[in-house]
């Protein structure tokens, strides 16, 4: 009995003991659970806000693209099922375009370089007409590098204004920002006129002035309008062969000798084109390249070629630079061009249209750049196309295409296309060619349809303006011809060298 009593006690506080384990046990299980919920319960909701902000931001930049038209690729589309088949597949190469309209532009604010490229006698009208070369006019022509540029400004051709229109005018109107009407006439005194830092600058002595490099380029002769408007000369003659007699006592100097000796024409880094007899009295004349009778050519002994090199001669004495003089094709060629801080290449007696022997555009362009190019330092390089009457436009065309896409392309370059048609009204005194069409219509319509297209024709037309690159987003609208002078300085001003 004894120890039956014994067994059941130890039996009690057995059980007891293993209940209080049981018990301690259980509340440990539960504490341990209910910290793990805790931590799922953060895990899950920290899950859920950020599927919730995801779906935000999405639903923010959704917005965001539909309101500021930012897309890529696959984000533009259009009715596929309201379309036929055959007007999907035009569509959907207008996709592409659409698309690349769309995106953004990458890279600086401002350009550091300016490259403009100047066609002299070719307008929207001449595009128009050459941009469907081929005989399958559905494919349309994807060849014009221009057609690809972003931007595109109308440039008013004042011209059509009621007072006499000379060259001359118009090119410093273009390149120095002066209205046309405004432009300073050249003075018969000479020796009246006043130093060269008070009359206006061009965009490309402003260029200097601010310490960018600077070139010029053109299949003319270097001494045309557009160079005496670049250049800042105070002259309308060439050479000194049509100068009037006596002016050379009062102080005057023709286009070629100011370019050569003017702080214009000293500073600038390349200048190519032809020219040669205006700069020399004596000149080899060949049956590919003959003196151009038509233009001015000089009979007082001079050869400003080699005053050039004496000139940059006694510069490098003072500042070490590494300068040439070339005048054959040849030697432009084999020029090792990026090792020098000078360029004068003269390479025709006349215009180079008139030697048969004279570089391309794309060659004069490229050797101009490697000149231009140096670490740190920005440049302003403007390429004159003339396309004289009678020439082949296409192939006009064709060639500055493919000058311009064979370009170095990086980011921090604004390159500028000028199509204008270089066709100026006869200078009258109180009417344009446009006013006197309209006043003589009778007499017109008693034309022949041809001789009526004709004039019109002949009539001046709107610049068109193509613009790629930082800022190239200002190129835009109707705008007056002095704009172009305006946005360059503009920009120029702006830009910052390299590191």
């Excluded at 532009?105 to 006698?121: L, S």
């Excluded at 006019?137 to 590098?145: E, K, P, R, V």
């Excluded at 004039?455 to 709107?462: A, G, Q």
């Amino acid at each position: 009995m004894m120890k039956s009593r014994i067994r059941e006690r130890l039996g009690i506080s057995f059980g007891h003991s293993l209940a209080m384990v049981t018990t301690q046990r259980t509340k440990e299980i539960c504490q341990i659970v209910r910290l793990k919920s805790t931590q799922v319960f953060f895990v899950a909701g920290t899950c859920l806000v950020t599927v919730m902000v995801t779906l935000f931001c999405i639903g923010f930049m959704t917005r965001y693209e539909v309101e500021n038209e930012v897309a890529n690729v696959a984000d533009v589309d259009y009715w596929k099922d309201r379309v036929a088949s055959s007007q999907k597949i035009w569509y959907d190469k207008g996709i592409e375009e659409l698309n690349e309209a769309l995106r953004s532009p990458k890279g600086p604010m401002y350009p550091k370089n300016v490259r403009i490229f100047v066609v002299q006698g070719i307008d929207g009208r001449d595009l128009a007409a050459y941009r469907f070369p081929a005989k399958d006019l559905s494919q349309g022509n994807t060849n014009y590098i221009w057609d690809q540029f972003p931007h595109l400004v109308r440039l008013k051709n004042s011209c059509s204004q009621q007072f006499p229109c000379q060259v001359d005018r118009v090119s410093r109107a273009l390149w120095s920002g002066i209205p046309l009407d405004k432009v300073p006439e050249s003075q018969p005194d000479c020796g009246k006129m006043t130093n060269e830092t008070k009359n206006p600058l061009s965009i490309l002595r402003q260029a200097q002035l601010v310490g960018l490099r600077t070139g010029f380029v053109t299949n003319q002769r270097i001494t045309g309008y557009t160079a005496a408007a670049l250049g800042n000369t105070n002259s309308n003659y060439e050479c000194d062969e049509r100068m009037p007699l006596g002016s050379s006592t009062t102080g005057c100097q023709d286009i070629a000798r100011q370019l050569i000796s003017g702080e214009t024409g000293k500073s600038l880094n390349v200048i190519i084109g032809g020219g040669r007899q205006m700069l020399s009295s004596l000149v080899p004349k060949t049956k590919w390249d003959p003196v151009d009778e038509l233009l001015c050519e000089s009979n007082d002994g001079r050869n400003l070629l080699k005053e050039w090199r004496n000139q940059k001669l006694k510069e490098s004495k003072v500042n070490p630079i590494r300068f040439e003089l070339v005048q054959r094709t040849d030697e432009l060629e084999s020029l090792n061009a990026s090792s020098y801080d000078h360029l004068l290449g003269v390479m025709a007696n006349g215009d180079l249209s008139g030697n048969l022997k004279a570089p391309s555009l794309k060659l004069m362009v490229e050797k101009s750049l490697q000149v231009m190019e140096k670490q740190g330092q920005g440049y302003l390089l403007i390429v004159e196309q003339f396309v004289q009457s009678g020439m082949d436009k296409l192939k006009e065309l064709q060639m500055l295409n493919e000058t311009l896409f064979n370009l170095h392309k990086d980011q921090d370059t604004l390159t500028l296309v000028l199509m204008t048609n270089a066709i100026y009204p006869k200078a009258r005194l109180d009417v344009s060619e446009e006013t006197e069409l309209i006043s003589n219509l009778p007499e017109t319509f008693k034309e022949s349809e041809l001789e009526i297209q004709q004039r019109l024709y002949e009539m001046p037309s709107e610049s068109l303006l193509f613009a790629h690159g930082p800022k190239s987003s200002i190129f835009h609208g109707i705008r007056k011809e002095t704009f172009l002078a305006h946005a360059v300085s503009h920009v120029l001003s702006k830009s910052r060298p390299s590191p």
